[in-house]
């Protein structure tokens, strides 16, 4: 039966009054507009910055405006539409779980909000222990969560989060594609240049059973020598040597990573400085990482937009 919260039939002068206010062209208008104010104030929060007192007060009696409209626009929609047992009850549509969850996110926010600040050398602080209050406030997180009450009002949006939750089944199977190339660029890389990414922290040394002791480096100042790997990736095994190769797919640093392959001499060697004195060998070792670079970033890669566009 078409009954909202149990007792009130679509002709319920409440519930009429509550439909006229939810099929309103400008409601729709009004809500996005407070979204995006909401957004807004949560920007100008930035934790860590000492925000002028009048800025810092504005903001927290606009979380509590935003938190009670969010609260009102529920209200009214429930009223409208029913919570669960109507016909077209609030609850059935996915989005409107959404927004409702959020705004109990909200409240929930603003019960930490209350409780931390009345915790501080009030009463609270003889049963509230230190873990509990660290724990209301990580509440606060919570707010980031808000400008995601776009998705439930913005059709457009709504269509692409859609798109991509279809694409989930194909986007798996490219996804196995990739591991598949990563995996064996990966064993290929190891058995190319493990061992010999590494380096000395004193560049004049070459070799690791030199890397000992100390040296003076260019500021003056006396440093121990280590063995150390580069921080753009090295291929000394099989893990590191996929997130390499996963870190040169979205282009990052690659050609950093390319010029020590190029450069690479043996195992606890370190690489040329000066890529221009290797010889042709080395030099064909770039195939392995343009190789990677067209197949990873240019193809594999984009799989994943061709079948998202697909859906």
């Known amino acids: 039966e078409d009954l909202a919260l149990g007792c009130m039939p679509p002709s319920h002068p409440v519930r009429a009054a509550a439909l006229r206010v939810v099929l309103h062209p400008r409601f729709e208008t009004a809500v996005i507009a407070c979204i995006s104010l909401s957004s807004l104030a949560l920007a100008l929060d930035t934790p860590g910055e000492e925000l002028d007192p009048r800025l810092a007060a504005s903001l927290r009696v606009s979380e509590w405006l935003f938190t009670c409209l969010f ?4 209200v009214v929609k429930v009223l409208a539409l029913g919570l669960l047992r109507t016909p077209g009850a609030y609850l ?15 409240w929930l926010s603003r019960a930490s909000d209350l409780v931390t600040a009345w915790a501080p050398g009030g009463a609270a602080g003889s049963f509230l222990s230190s873990d509990l209050l660290d724990m ?9 969560l808000r400008p995601l009450r776009v998705l439930t009002h ?19 199977n490219v996804l196995l594609i990739f591991a598949v190339f990563l995996v064996v660029f990966g064993i290929l890389g190891v058995q190319l240049f493990a061992g010999r990414f590494s380096s000395c922290t004193d560049p004049a040394v070459e070799f690791k059973s ?10 003056g100042e006396r440093r121990a020598r280590v ?7 090295h291929f000394d095994h099989i893990g590191r040597s996929m997130m ?27 690489p040329l400085e000066d ?9 064909a070792r770039s195939t392995f990482f343009i190789a990677w670079v067209l197949l990873g970033a240019f193809f594999l890669i984009n799989l994943f937009v061709g079948v998202v566009i697909d859906n």
Request: charged letters at 25%; a negative charge; hydrophobic letters at 45%.
């Open 71 to 74: 609260t009102l626009e529920l």
């Open 92 to 106: 059935k549509v996915p989005w409107n779980q959404l927004d409702a969850l959020l705004v109990v996110t909200s």
């Open 136 to 144: 209301l406030r990580s509440l606060r997180l919570l707010r980031v």
């Open 154 to 172: 913005n059709e457009g949006m709504r269509l692409a989060v859609n798109s991509l939750l279809r694409s989930f089944p194909e986007v798996a």
């Open 210 to 219: 030199a890397c000992t002791g100390s040296y003076v480096d260019e500021a």
């Open 227 to 233: 063995w150390v790997t580069p921080d753009v990736g």
């Open 244 to 270: 390499t190769l996963f870190e040169m797919s979205g282009l990052e640093m690659w050609p950093d990573v390319m010029l020590l392959g190029i450069g690479a001499r043996e195992v606890d060697q370190a």
């Open 275 to 283: 890529v221009r004195d290797a010889d042709g060998t080395r030099v």
